[in-house]
């Protein structure tokens, strides 16, 4: 199967999705969480941390299609990237922030 890089926007997706994991990961360490299962590290913010308001749908949604991307090569389409975009850039800043605070609490 050839794809046309042109209109596959799994790599722009993936990259973004591997900065909310990383983050999010990163964040729970502070609470002694750890998981090697993403779905599990969104399961408890979801539930621990609403505050974050973390849309459960939309965070399985792009784990969703970043595990066809990486597991099975399927590609994202333009308008999928376009209507998630803002999602992934508002997630990024509110766990960059999160982690920024609690950064800032251990000095």
Not at 81 to 90: A, G, S, T
Request: charged share 30%; with cysteine.
């Amino acid at each position: 199967m050839v794809l046309d890089k042109k209109n596959n926007f799994g790599l722009l997706w993936s990259n973004h999705y591997e900065i909310i994991r990383q983050l999010v990961a990163g964040i729970l360490l502070f609470e002694k969480i750890i998981s090697d299962n993403h779905k599990c590290l969104y399961a408890y913010i979801c539930t621990k941390h609403k505050e974050w308001d973390v849309d459960w749908r939309t965070i399985e949604t792009m784990r969703l299609l970043r595990n066809g991307v990486h597991y099975e090569g399927r590609p994202v389409t333009e308008a999928t990237w376009k209507e998630y975009k803002l999602k992934f850039e508002v997630y990024t800043q509110t766990f960059i922030d999160e982690l920024k605070e609690r950064l800032k609490n251990i000095r």
